[in-house]
């Protein structure tokens, strides 16, 4: 997990997962506190479950607090499973994934979130829509296990012996792209990706930001926690193709475009 405040988001996270898991699954945490400043460090210390602390200085963000989580983890598992601390599970959680994992030994599963208010999907799995890397289709499954080309990371539960396979999660990446990043690379090495049917729980999807200037509006689109150009530029060059260049130009020549169009 990597934290960066929401204490209280933290504790009813962890809280949720301690109370609907499977009575046989025995957990080791690996926190990695990225420059806390509210009362998450404590909370954590304080926390009374088989754990590892991790500091980071407040400018590691999602990518490289979970590249240094799972480098942290210091014996054999049998699983490896990402969670993001603003989702909170339901009852009926684990006996979605437990099913799952059963049947399908090797694949990864991925769990679909909705939000609070509306109940409608807000993070789950991805399906590649055309060539372009960040093209993509996404819908809400039911019923049975769907194969997807990708995910976002908010629970990815991974077999150990796939996880070494695949390799940690790039931390040179700064917060996008890490996770889609990951569900890519493990299909190319043909890895099944799955997402687990139904909702796991809740988890709201993040607010997009009012743009109001092309310079805004590319300095928003370039910024640290969205898609800053160093990590735009090693997301295409992976996955883009030699049409990576294109891909990567697009999003800002559309910004001019649009505000040329409507003057």
Same mark, same amino acid.
């Given at each position: ?28 945490f690996f926190f990695v506190d990225d420059g806390s400043t509210d009362n ?84 789950? %799995? /991805?399906?590649? &829509?055309?060539?372009? #890397? ?9 019923? *049975? ?55 796991? %729980? /809740?988890?709201? &999807?993040?607010?997009? #930001? ?9 300095? *928003? ?43």
């Amino acid at each position: 997990m990597a934290l960066h405040n929401r204490q209280q988001m933290t504790k009813l996270c962890i809280e949720s997962l301690l109370m609907y898991a499977p009575e046989n699954w025995r957990f080791k945490f690996f926190f990695v506190d990225d420059g806390s400043t509210d009362n998450t460090f404590e909370y954590l210390t304080e926390l009374r479950v088989e754990k590892q602390i991790t500091c980071g200085d407040g400018e590691w963000y999602w990518a490289r607090s979970m590249q240094a989580a799972e480098s942290s983890i210091d014996q054999k598992a049998d699983y490896i499973l990402w969670l993001n601390n603003d989702v909170t599970f339901n009852a009926e959680a684990f006996g979605i994934v437990e099913k799952c994992r059963r049947d399908r030994l090797g694949a990864i599963l991925v769990g679909q979130f909705a939000n609070r208010d509306t109940e409608i999907l807000s993070y789950g %799995g /991805f399906w590649r &829509a055309s060539r372009n #890397p960040l093209k993509y289709n996404r819908r809400f499954v039911s019923g *049975e296990p769907t194969e997807a080309d990708t995910f976002n990371g908010n629970f990815v539960l991974i077999p150990w012996q796939t996880a070494r396979m695949i390799g940690s999660i790039d931390g040179e990446f700064a917060h996008a792209y890490a996770d889609c990043d990951y569900g890519l690379r493990a299909k190319e090495l043909g890895v099944s990706v799955l997402i687990l049917p139904g909702f796991l %729980g /809740f988890c709201d &999807a993040n607010i997009e #930001p009012v743009r109001t200037s092309v310079l805004k509006e590319i300095r *928003e689109l370039s910024n640290i926690k969205n898609s800053p150009l160093r990590s735009q530029v090693r997301f295409f060059k992976r996955h883009g193709g030699l049409e990576w260049p294109i891909y990567c130009l697009t999003p800002y020549l559309r910004i001019f475009y649009e505000r040329v169009k409507n003057g």
